[in-house]
């Protein structure tokens, strides 16, 4: 099945009032709109009419965007909205709260869907209650579509494809090494992310800390034993790393791109996530920092101060654009080879000049909306998951990775 073959939209972003929708919306325009049919949606009209003039004034185009109507607690209004697109983008959280009935609307409507959640405990019930019957009408849901956890999968499925296609080998360990991050973390992001943390129960983040939680039940385990929470030294890169912040979320995907893949990475595939620090000095200073700030997040009463103490980041895509940023990470693979045989190295270097926060994730978002929609019959034929609850590289592969090299995003192998 061809989601929605015949629907009035490519795709339609929900949600477009926030910012990260508001960056969709106006990447849309700058780069899309004579090619694509698109329209936004939401719950308030007025606001939604109030962006569209915002945007007009900068890209006139922008007044015959059409708007969608619709609330989260009216399943009949969702459907309805899902029905008339290929593709619904999903862009504001949290996902716990706000998410579950903009999938269930996709399902029913046939239509594919992809978002920016980090959210892994309701992503599991998401699988647990919707994954089969998405793959029996062969609806993508596709999670993880931000920045977490598109470098990690694409950065993955580049270094293997490779392994495959040129060494003929399979790949053993993947290291993804995150180096300079520059842009900022808003309070709406920290906000929706312990807001969603503390609508979990105990039980669903313990089970969130196992390492292969997202993977299909009956699907065999590989060596990873759990996060890493230490200073390392990299012996490759010569490098000095603590762990990375959003490691937890983004090893959980790539493992369960694998499980759903029959394991075609590696027979005892390991995956891991570290962030680079300048010498051991900066790197026991900043695990102290991540350890403090992680128990500050989980401490309910404190948030207002954490919140006072963040950037707000404003709604005006076009400042965030100026504000700039950028980042650049490194990717470890080491091939599966015969006992007493040295693994080949592999690496891999990924850079963008664009703030890893709200721009970067959003143009992300809108590069998979747009493979899901435009490039149906390339996903078909590359042999991908065709329907049910999807990662990036298991949805789009290969294919979203040519797509986010045009949109400038480097994957250069050392």
């Known amino acids: 099945m061809q989601a929605g073959s015949d629907r009035r939209y490519h795709v339609v972003v929900w949600g477009a009032t926030g910012v990260v ?13 004579d090619e694509v049919r698109w329209a936004m949606a939401g719950r308030n009209k007025q606001k939604l009419e109030e962006i569209r003039d915002d945007l007009a004034r900068e890209y006139p185009a922008a007044r015959s965007v059409p708007i969608l109507t619709g609330d989260a607690e009216d399943q009949h209004s969702l459907v309805a909205i899902a029905s008339q697109t290929k593709v619904l983008i999903a862009t504001s959280g949290p996902f716990a709260k706000l998410g579950t009935p903009v999938v269930e609307a996709c399902i029913s409507a046939g239509t594919h869907y992809c978002d920016v959640t980090g959210e892994v405990p309701w992503v599991m019930r998401m699988i647990k209650a919707h994954h089969a019957e998405a793959a029996r009408k062969g609806v993508k849901i596709v999670n993880f579509c931000g920045f977490d956890s598109v470098p990690s999968e694409l950065g993955t499925t580049f270094l293997v494809n490779h392994m495959q296609e ?46 292969y939680c997202l993977d299909p039940p009956d699907s065999q385990r590989g060596p990873d ?38 394991h075609s ?22 695990l102290v920092v991540l350890t403090l700030s992680c128990a500050l997040f989980i401490c309910k009463p404190l948030h207002p101060i954490i919140n006072r103490l963040l950037p707000y980041v404003g709604s005006d895509p076009e400042k965030i654009i100026q504000a700039g940023g950028h980042w ?22 990924m850079k963008s000049k664009r703030d890893p926060g709200y721009w970067e994730t959003s143009r992300l978002l809108l590069e998979s909306a747009l493979c899901l929609a435009l490039q149906e019959d390339e996903l078909k034929d590359s042999g991908l998951k065709q329907g049910g609850v999807l990662t ?23």
């Open 21 to 33: 929708g508001r960056c969709v919306c106006t990447t849309m325009i700058k780069y899309y709109q």
């Open 166 to 211: 040129k060494l003929n080998r399979r790949c053993k360990k993947v290291t993804h090494v995150f180096g300079e991050m520059v842009g900022e973390l808003g309070q709406g992001t920290v906000a929706s992310l312990a807001a969603a943390y503390f609508m979990e129960n105990s039980s669903e983040r313990r089970q969130s800390s196992d390492p």
């Open 392 to 414: 990036p590289a298991t949805a789009m592969g290969m294919v979203l990775v040519r797509r986010i090299q045009k949109a400038g995003i480097s994957f250069d192998l050392q």
């Open 265 to 286: 990475y590696g027979s005892s595939f390991s995956y891991e996530e570290v962030a680079e620090v300048p010498n051991v000095f900066v790197a026991g200073i900043a």
């Open 328 to 349: 650049n990470s490194t990717v470890v693979g080491e091939t599966e080879e015969q006992v007493g045989h040295k693994s080949q190295l592999v690496i891999l270097k």
């Open 225 to 262: 034993r759990g996060d890493l929470l230490r200073v390392r030294f990299n012996k490759t890169l010569k490098k000095w790393t603590i762990p990375f912040i959003m490691a937890p979320v983004n090893t959980r995907v790539v493992r369960r791109s694998n499980a759903l893949l029959h």
